[in-house]
Nanobody, 128 residues
Framework: VQLQASGGGLVQPGGSLNVSCVVSGFTSANYAIGWFRQAPGKEREGLSCIGSSDLSAYYADSVKGRFTISRDRAKNTVFLQMNSLKPEDTAVYYC??????????????????????WGQGTLVTVSS
């Protein structure tokens, strides 16, 4: 299983960025893909996840209303559209995948724990 995150870069405060994650080699029909970030000196933070159902998108309170997760099933790609970016959004952004049999996510624990495979991360810098 491989995950390749890309799309990071330098963006001004208030700007937008769309990072993507291509997943290959994961054959289960029951899965979740999550987005995480880790800023220097801070713990890794869960941002959003999506399961096999298109209705399953889940967001951490810290990004709800600003970030949107989506996917292109034909390209095995999951996106994280990030709007109204702030300097505190500066971090390395990671995607990950795990087996997940539920239809929806009802808690941060369900969405953000238990991931088996991780991508290498893409750096997002929000600065003027």
């Amino acid at each position: 299983v491989q995950l390749q995150a890309s799309g990071g870069g330098l963006v001004q405060p208030g700007g937008s960025l769309n990072v993507s994650c291509v997943v290959s080699g994961f054959t289960s029909a029951n899965y979740a893909i999550g987005w995480f970030r880790q800023a220097p000196g801070k713990e890794r933070e869960g941002l959003s996840c999506i399961g096999s159902s298109d209705l399953s998108a889940y967001y951490a309170d810290s990004v709800k209303g600003r970030f949107t997760i989506s996917r292109d099933r034909a390209k095995n790609t999951v996106f994280l559209q990030m709007n109204s970016l702030k300097p505190e959004d500066t971090a390395v952004y990671y995607c990950a995948t795990k087996t997940f049999y539920g239809l929806l996510f009802f808690s941060d624990d369900q969405c953000f724990t238990g991931y088996e495979y991780w991508g290498q991360g893409t750096l997002v810098t929000v600065s003027s």
